[in-house]
């Protein structure tokens, strides 16, 4: 039983000590940011490469994206989902007009775990089955479903102490192991196109288009995990596009609201049938604000060319990494990951002394970047001089 707390309880010494010290902490404090630069309390400015983890598209405070917030906040700020909102059906019908998923309908939640865990769900439900195959390195969300086909002994000890079937794992773009695991007790096979915690590891086209048949030819579901890699990350909106391989499902997150919480499935007509009324829900689920962000996020995307410039910028930060010694860089577009031939941890830290910020990842070695697809060419050679004194 839950006791009451004396009302003689101690304050914490400090603001961060009311926190779970859950996560690791970037030697920034924020308080204010546009485009690709943070500014801290004594107006020091920090180069952003890490993107908030891949969520800020636009850059932060994005003028379009903030007028938008501010317009439909002064409207409307909230209704749940028991009644229509006309940003909701406009952000839908925009979604489905950017994906290849035939007869795509839209459902929209609050995160990436949010949506994968939805996607599970009607994978399941549409075919009648209960497993899960899933790619080593997949990470894919820490809700129980999601835990259960995440790659890793600590994540899939959590789902197994909530009494959740565990996924069978196939190796990362094994297409013989695709062959053997896949089959007529499968409800989904889950892969996401550019595994962005194993360092923007990028499936080869021949395992997703095998990922492809052995799903049609067991009436199994293919998800797409696009939560770190879509939105115009990786040189299309959607992976799925770049990669030319067509799923049932394909789940996003991240960078579509330029900030604010959203997830969202898109999910074809084969599994979308017969989804009625109380099937799904999400309180927050596709909420004005939300609604009004997510909008003007993608019509800064079509207006500003940022995903040509994710391929631009892209491919130029890989030319000047593999020009520094660089052995290795994986990825797409603005989701990369550099094999720094040295602890990753360690050149993090050095660029962080230069006040940039970027990302480590799964594999020790590997530095990933994800920053604002607004990046610009004179970023991308400012991080790339500080890459330089760093390897140096």
């Known amino acids: ?64 994206v903030v007028g938008a917030i501010a317009r439909q906040a002064g409207r409307l700020l909230f209704y749940s989902t028991a009644v229509a909102l006309e940003m909701r059906e406009q952000l839908a019908a925009e979604l489905v007009a950017r994906c290849q998923v035939p007869g795509a309908r839209v459902f929209l939640c609050n995160s990436g775990a949010e949506a994968n865990e939805n996607a599970l769900h009607l994978a399941r439900r549409a075919t009648g089955r209960s497993g899960v195959v899933a790619v080593e390195g997949g990470w894919h969300g820490r809700t129980v479903a999601t835990l259960a086909c995440t790659h890793g002994e600590k994540y899939q000890t959590w789902a197994r102490a909530a009494g959740m079937p565990l996924a069978r794992f196939v190796p990362f773009d094994d297409v013989a192991a695709l062959g053997r695991t896949v089959d007529e007790t499968t409800a989904a096979l889950i892969v996401e196109p550019v595994q962005g915690v194993q360092g923007a590891r990028d499936c080869a086209p021949e395992f997703l288009r095998a990922a492809r048949a052995a799903c049609d030819r067991h009436g199994a579901a293919l998800i797409f995990d696009e939560i770190q890699c879509g939105v115009g990350r990786c040189g299309a909106f959607t992976a799925a596009e770049a990669y030319g391989v067509i799923p049932d499902i394909i789940a996003m997150a991240k960078g579509l609201a330029s900030g604010l919480p959203v997830g969202a499935i898109l999910v074809g007509s084969k599994l979308a049938t017969g989804v009625k009324t109380g099937d799904l829900g999400s309180t927050f689920g596709g909420g004005p604000v939300v609604c009004a962000a997510a909008l003007a996020t993608l019509d800064v995307i079509d207006r ?6 994710a391929i631009t910028i892209g491919e130029r930060l890989r030319r000047g990494a593999l020009a520094l010694g ?32 970027t990302g480590t990842s799964a594999d020790p070695h590997v530095l990933r970047l994800m920053p604002p697809l607004i990046f610009s060419a004179g970023e991308a050679d400012r991080l790339l001089e500080a890459l330089a004194e760093v390897l140096r």
């Not at 500003?304 to 410039?309: Q, S, W, Y």
Request: charged share 20%.
């Open 1 to 64: 039983m839950l006791r009451a707390m004396p009302t003689t309880a101690k304050e914490p010494e400090h603001a961060t000590d009311a926190l779970f010290p859950v996560y690791a902490q970037m030697p920034v404090r924020p308080v204010s940011g546009r485009g690709s630069w943070l500014i801290d309390a004594e107006g020091n400015q920090w180069l952003d490469a890490y993107g908030g983890h891949a969520v800020a598209s636009t850059g932060h405070c994005h003028p379009h």
């Open 304 to 309: 500003e060319g940022l995903i040509a410039n």
């Open 326 to 357: 660089v052995p290795k860089v994986q990825g797409r577009g603005l989701l990369l990951g550099l094999h720094v031939g040295r602890p990753a941890a360690e050149v993090q830290k050095a660029l962080f002394a230069r006040r940039i910020l």
